[in-house]
């Protein structure tokens, strides 16, 4: 059926796993450092990628009609970074995804935030309108400010998202018992890459959730920030479906970054 055939165009068939390239973060941050000319800066990233998350303008604007990789669209928003990000909304109509060939749509869940009941209400409807069409939903966990990053609160929002219905959750990993969070949710575990770490450092943490359950990352300013962010992309790549060890990837990221230069 339909959610199976976009399901199996972001994931890869031999391992299981994905590297999605995040690039909506325009979304509510406008043009943050690295997203300023995605033409530019972007577009030459996208065949390394197994999916590219983002926005519909992006998409029509901005990405090749021949681009062949699936879409994950941004499929929330609202509040800008000026204001309560819980206050979101959904942003699109199902019927722009379908127009659109999209393999999944992206909302995100603010579990514990001011608004979390409309987010939650956002996913479920968006879910249902998903599966009138067969396309898959991918459920964000976004945590505010003030909020506990830990293994205990990533439960708790995974398994809120799977319960109700998400077919995909995008989450950040955290060093302790991130292993808890994986196999306590139900649907494939996509790990969030969060703000701009060290190369090594990135690579890493995309290693560690590999081996921990996660089945796959998105990742985005770790890639676009980097200073060399195609030989960065290549890394993580053989990271997530070679599960290469981290230092073995950074030494392929410092070797492909020589040979730009």
Known sequence: CGMKYRLARIFNRDSGRTLMLAIDH???????????????????????????????????????????????????GGPSILKELSNEEIAMDIEDAVRLNVSAMAIQVFIGGEFETRSVHNMTRLVDMGMRYGIPVMAVTAVGKDMVRDARYFRLACRICAELGAHIVKTYYVPEEFDTVTSSCPVPIVMAGGKKLPEMDALTMAFNAVQEGAAGVDMGRN???????????????????????????????????????
Not at 35 to 47: K, M, Q, S, T, W
Not at 223 to 248: G, L, N, T, W
């Open 223 to 261: 890639i676009f920030q980097s200073d060399a962010p195609i030989a960065m992309i290549r890394a993580v790549h053989a990271v997530v479906h070679q599960r290469i060890k981290p230092a073995e990837a950074f030494k392929m990221y410092q070797s492909l970054k020589g040979k730009k230069k």
């Open 26 to 76: 325009g979304y509510f941050q406008g043009p943050t450092t690295g997203l300023e000319r995605i033409d530019i800066n972007i577009n030459p990233l996208v065949p390394e990628t197994d999916a590219l998350m983002l926005t519909r303008g992006i998409l029509r604007t901005t990405i090749p009609p021949a681009c062949q990789k699936p879409i994950v669209i941004r499929a929330s």
